[in-house]
T-cell receptor, first 111, second 112 residues
Framework: QKEVEQDPGPLSVPEGAIVSLNCTYS??????FMWYRQYSRKGPELLMY????GNKEDGRFTAQVDKSSKYISLFIRDSQPSDSATYLC???????????FGTGTRLQVFP | DAGITQSPRHKVTETGTPVTLRCHQT?????MYWYRQDPGHGLRLIHY???????DKGEVSDGYSVSRSKTEDFLLTLESATSSQTSVYFC???????????FGPGTRLTVL
């Protein structure tokens, strides 16, 4: 079983929809949680970064961490065709810089 | 833009040949990382460096070696490339937050 599980999709939604992307993990020592967005044939770009549990909002994006359930989510409001990309979750323990990535979920937002 | 460039951006080579990929950073980071990305596996750490001449293995280091003779350059070498090393290779450097990393544009390597 992988340390981090992520549904590969593809997830196809109409423009304007609310998108929910999720990852589950097994290592209770994870403290830092990140979401990366990766456009086709590009490098991953950091989208959201959270420490421990709770919510963080940035524009149309909200990251949520539930450590009791070992579950993290990324919500995208008013989704746009430009949001079409692969979204990768990543996490790490305190006192290490080793990131463990999910396999990524491919999102398609159609006009 | 994290100030990371990678070269070459694309390479096709044959089994058994040596290959070196270069990562160059302009922000004087002490740490640098090499990852590979494959379908169904996500990003996996190959090697990392915590200073000039200081390197360590990651999750999938077999068949790869690295060198760091200058702060700005981190080289990844496949001594004898195999088809299983066909992948997209990304270099990364730290961000401002704990455990944040920023990635370069990637090198697409095909081993025939």
């Amino acid at each position: 079983q992988k340390e981090v599980e992520q549904d590969p999709g593809p997830l196809s939604v109409p423009e304007g929809a609310i998108v929910s992307l999720n990852c589950t993990y097994s290592n209770s020592a994870f403290q830092y949680f990140m979401w990366y967005r990766q456009y086709s044939r590009k490098g991953p770009e950091l989208l959201m970064y959270t420490y421990s549990s709770g919510n963080k909002e940035d524009g149309r994006f909200t990251a949520q961490v539930d450590k009791s359930s070992k579950y993290i989510s990324l919500f995208i409001r008013d989704s746009q065709p430009s949001d079409s990309a692969t979204y990768l979750c990543a996490m790490s323990e305190r006192n290490t810089d080793k990131l463990i990535f999910g396999t990524g979920t491919r999102l398609q937002v159609f006009p | 833009d994290a100030g990371i460039t990678q070269s070459p951006r694309h390479k096709v080579t044959e089994t058994g040949t040596p290959v070196t990929l270069r990562c160059h950073q302009t922000e004087n980071h002490r740490y640098m990382y090499w990852y590979r990305q494959d379908p169904g596996h996500g990003l996996r750490l190959i090697h990392y460096s915590y200073g000039v001449k200081d390197t360590d293995k990651g999750e999938v280091s077999d068949g790869y070696s690295v060198s760091r003779s200058k702060t700005e350059d981190f080289l990844l070498t496949l001594e004898s490339a195999t088809s299983s090393q066909t992948s997209v290779y990304f270099c990364a450097t730290p961000g401002r937050g704990n455990n944040e990393q920023f990635f370069g544009p990637g090198t697409r390597l095909t081993v025939l």
